[in-house]
């Protein structure tokens, strides 16, 4: 009697331990692209930008860094908007604007058609230094009078 209620128990304590280590894959997503990072659809804002490691925000206009941009990321067609903020650059202009965008992913290059970005002396695609999902590093080579060309590093966050 003795010896069934070890058996028993083994078997039970078996069970527990096999059924406890399995785990279903099929629960889990694949990671996302950079491109599926930055196509989100979840409005990117300013955060910070550097040159050479300091601080450039005096660079750039007021204006500017209340922009909000949104890329939406879809298959065939990657599309996206800027809204102007509560600070607009030009009253005249409108609040939002549409763009185009595209990603490569083995060069980490960013193509935007329009001046989404708007760093004065930059001009190209950005590249990007890192991407999560509630962080974008770009940079861009920008010409800073009295400084020369440099690297300007610009944060996004959600």
């Known amino acids: 009697m003795k010896s069934l209620f070890k058996l028993n128990f083994l078997v039970a304590l078996t069970c527990l331990v096999v059924l406890g280590s399995c785990s279903s894959d ?3 997503d694949p990671p996302k692209t950079d491109a599926e990072l930055i196509g989100s659809g979840i409005t990117w804002k300013f955060s910070k930008v550097t040159a050479a490691g300091i601080d450039a925000r005096a ?14 990321f879809e298959t065939n067609l990657k599309t996206g908007v800027v809204d102007s903020g509560a600070t607009k650059c030009d ?4 609040q939002t604007e549409d763009f185009t965008w595209d990603y490569n992913e083995s060069t980490k290059i960013l193509s935007v058609n329009s001046d989404v ?4 002396g930059a ?3 950005l590249k990007v230094v890192s991407i999560t999902s509630v962080e974008l590093v770009l940079s861009q080579n920008v010409a800073i009078p009295g400084f020369g060309t440099q690297e300007v590093k610009l944060t996004l966050v959600h």
């Open 26 to 28: 099929d629960d889990t």
């Open 123 to 125: 001009a190209g695609d």
């Open 91 to 94: 009253d005249s202009s409108p």
């Open 117 to 120: 970005i708007d760093i004065p």
């Open 59 to 72: 660079f750039i206009d007021a204006c500017h860094l209340d922009n909000l941009i949104t890329f939406n």
